[in-house]
């Protein structure tokens, strides 16, 4: 299987949220880790992240030409959520019946870690799911501006709970 991993941002000037962290580290911290532990699986992966940038919009346009142009089955895009302060928990925005399959299984994962379930949801309107062919998938992996969700958030962990997702995927 031929996993893409988008580590959300980290291309200024497409830069993450702020919040207690930076998502832009977080996004990395996890991206990483699930890279590893895919390819030390057996699993071929395709850091999606490009190096550099002209604006947001050339950020996401090289990540779907590189899901693309790799060929990969399917494509993750990690990233950290924040709103006020207030807000908590997991969701996870999909691109098609077969990727919101593979969402809820994520999502399961995370949840078990402790995250609240906010739900698989469409993402259509996102421009890495509406652009992508193949089953795609953004992970919000909580708020990154929410004192329980940082104090609850452990990278190993959730790098773990979406590889394992993303393994138990494929045999659907």
Known sequence: ???????????????????IRQEDDLTREVGTLVMEKL??????????TPSSASSVGDSLRQRV?????QEVDILASVHFNAFNGQAKGSEIFANSDLAKTI??????????????????????????????????ILIECCFCDSKSDVE???????AEAIAKGLLESISI
């Open 1 to 19: 299987m031929k996993f893409g991993i988008d580590m959300g941002h980290n291309c200024p000037p497409d830069i993450g949220v702020t919040g």
């Open 39 to 48: 390819s030390l699986l057996g699993h071929q992966v395709v850091n999606c």
């Open 65 to 69: 030409e590189m899901a693309t142009s």
């Open 103 to 136: 969402a809820n299984i994520v999502l399961k994962n995370i949840v078990g870690l402790g995250f609240i379930n906010r739900g698989v949801k469409n993402g259509s309107h996102l421009y890495i799911l509406k652009k992508t062919k193949m089953p795609s």
């Open 152 to 158: 609850l958030y452990n990278s190993s962990t959730m």
